[in-house]
């Protein structure tokens, strides 16, 4: 049987609607998850204490972002 590691992600919800944290050009950026091409193009990894430190960089140095009430998920939540 074949191992399978689980990824996460940084996510948060405005008004109903899945977001997710991107990387393009050298920055983050906040993009909804309404389709699977934006979900394929997330920062995932397959270890959550990297994902919060990930998250706490944001939170500390990112302006945009760093007031967003963001949680790591399981990147599985977000396939479909």
Same mark, same amino acid.
Not at 1 to 14: D, G, R
Not at 24 to 31: G, H, R
Not at 42 to 71: A, Y
């Given at each position: 049987?074949?191992? /399978? /590691?689980?990824?996460? =992600?940084?996510?948060? &919800? ?8 991107? =990387?393009? #050009?050298?920055?983050?950026?906040? =993009?909804?998850?309404?389709?699977? /091409? #934006? =979900?394929?193009?997330? %920062?995932?990894?397959?270890?959550? /204490?990297?994902?919060? +430190?990930?998250? #706490? &960089?944001? +939170?500390? #140095?990112? +302006?945009? %972002? ?15």
């Amino acid at each position: 049987m074949k191992k /399978t /590691t689980m990824s996460y =992600v940084i996510a948060c &919800w405005k008004k109903g609607i899945p977001h997710g944290i991107q =990387v393009n #050009n050298q920055q983050f950026k906040l =993009v909804p998850l309404d389709s699977q /091409t #934006n =979900v394929s193009r997330l %920062l995932n990894n397959p270890h959550r /204490t990297q994902m919060q +430190k990930f998250l #706490n &960089w944001i +939170k500390k #140095n990112d +302006k945009e %972002l760093q007031n967003e009430e963001f949680s790591i998920q399981d990147y599985g939540r977000f396939r479909k």
